[in-house]
């Protein structure tokens, strides 16, 4: 009776504490600001956005209108533009070349003057688009990967200088700002904002617009991801003087919500990992009956187990330049027992070999440590990732003698 007690109690905190995570989760995809759209009749409505994170927005408006309840999702073909009213964010509907496919999306806004720059982010590579005073237009590849470029990409960085080369063609000299051919948001505004204050004074204010992108916006991305698996299980379980054992294996499901962390202030290729697992897990058990003539009884083990993982994962070609990008990772692994039944004790009476394991052990007893180490690759999909891994786990339930090998292979939505 107290053992169903305290499954139930157990089962209603995980149910609790995975109804507090997905509130969490909801609550955090909010985040009003005061601002206005600008329609395609140029029309200009003031109201509310919802702010998402930099590549939804790229790709949606979420806005409400003042003295309404309910946002209204636009796309970059409905809106001309969108902007919050303190200028966190500015962002207009631009046409886009991205790996010889043309998207329509809501650029953000570096710097709008006589020269404006605009930026996005696709799959977690930073692009950066000039337009000159007379719409002249240039996207600027990174160059600071040249050593490693095939011969076909090192032919359109060189076409991409010519693009540039016409943005500038009033004042080339200006290119020279380029030769290092290694960007970010702070530079290229530089190069723009200097640019503009020296040769479009005589169009009065010709910086209109600025951001001032916060460093901590950029030094930290966080990715969600959630997805199944399935993993093949050996496990071995020995008696309280660790002579004999039993062995077996099993097959279990499994479901997991997880974070990818990049610091690309830090690195490009490093990145942490955090993921909540559950499973369910099926062991059979030979229990001993009589320890004098040795009758036995199978025995199955039937439990629900959680795995909290936390590692470091290590990209092996760069990102920012390469679509399809393999990884390894390890890290420590926690583990639980949510629920657990099981028919008879593994037990004998007057023996001195035991097991510890029984229907009556307190489930806060049976827990585990241990580590795990693998491979994956993230594939675009969309304007998403899909991450698909392989792990070697090792796990030692100390407090029933319990040991387990483990090969895992997982399929997950970034999003």
């Avoid at 169009?203 to 209109?208: E, K, R, Y």
């Avoid at 036995?296 to 039937?302: F, G, L, Y």
């Avoid at 795990?372 to 891994?389: A, C, F, K, S, W």
């Amino acid at each position: 009776m107290k053992k169903n007690i305290l499954n139930k109690r157990k089962l209603c905190l995980v149910i609790i504490m995975a109804g507090a995570m997905f509130a969490c989760t909801a609550a955090a995809q909010t985040n009003p600001k005061d601002g206005y759209i600008i329609t395609n009749q140029n029309d200009t409505i003031h109201g509310t956005i919802d702010y998402l994170t930099e590549t939804k927005s790229e790709h949606n408006c979420k806005f409400r209108k003042n003295g309404e309840t309910e946002f209204k999702n636009y796309s970059p073909a409905q809106l001309k533009a969108y902007r919050s009213n303190n200028d966190d964010f500015y962002y207009f509907s631009k046409d886009i070349k991205i790996e010889d496919k043309q998207e329509k999306l809501f650029a953000g806004y570096l710097v709008k003057g006589g020269m404006s720059l605009y930026h996005f982010l696709v799959l977690g590579k930073d692009y950066y688009l000039l337009e000159g005073e007379n719409g002249e237009t240039a996207q600027i590849l990174d160059a600071s990967q040249v050593g490693g470029m095939n011969s076909s990409q090192k032919v359109e960085l060189r076409k991409n200088m010519a693009q540039i080369s016409r943005v500038f063609k009033e004042h080339p000299q200006e290119l020279n700002n380029f030769n290092e051919g290694s960007f970010n948001d702070k530079e290229l505004s530089k190069i723009v904002v200097n640019y503009d204050n020296t040769y479009c004074k005589d169009l009065g204010d010709c910086v209109l617009y600025a951001q001032e992108r916060d460093v901590n916006s950029q030094s930290i991305k966080v990715h969600v991801l959630a997805g199944v698996g399935a993993q093949y299980e050996s496990y071995n379980l020995k008696d309280n003087l660790g002579e004999n054992g039993q062995s077996g294996s099993t097959i279990a499901p499994s479901v997991h919500l997880g974070l990818n962390i990049d610091v690309p202030r830090f690195s490009k290729k490093f990145f942490l990992q955090a993921k909540a697992q559950v499973s369910y897990r099926s062991y059979t058990f030979d229990s001993f009956r009589n320890i004098t003539s040795g009758e036995t009884e199978k025995i199955r083990d039937k439990s629900i187990q959680a795995d909290a993982m936390l590692g470091v994962a290590y990209r092996l070609v760069d990102p920012t330049v390469n679509k399809v990008v393999p990884f390894v990772r390890a890290g420590l692994d926690l583990n639980f027992w949510l629920s657990h039944k099981m028919d008879n004790n593994l037990t004998a009476e007057g023996s001195i070999h035991y097991y510890d394991l029984n229907k009556d052990v307190v489930l806060a007893r049976l827990h585990a440590e241990g580590f795990y180490v693998g491979l994956g690759v993230d594939v675009p999909v969309g304007n998403h990732q899909l991450e698909i891994t392989a792990d070697y786990k090792n796990l030692n339930t100390k407090s029933a003698s319990l040991k387990s090998n483990i090969i895992g292979v997982t399929t997950s939505w970034i999003f």
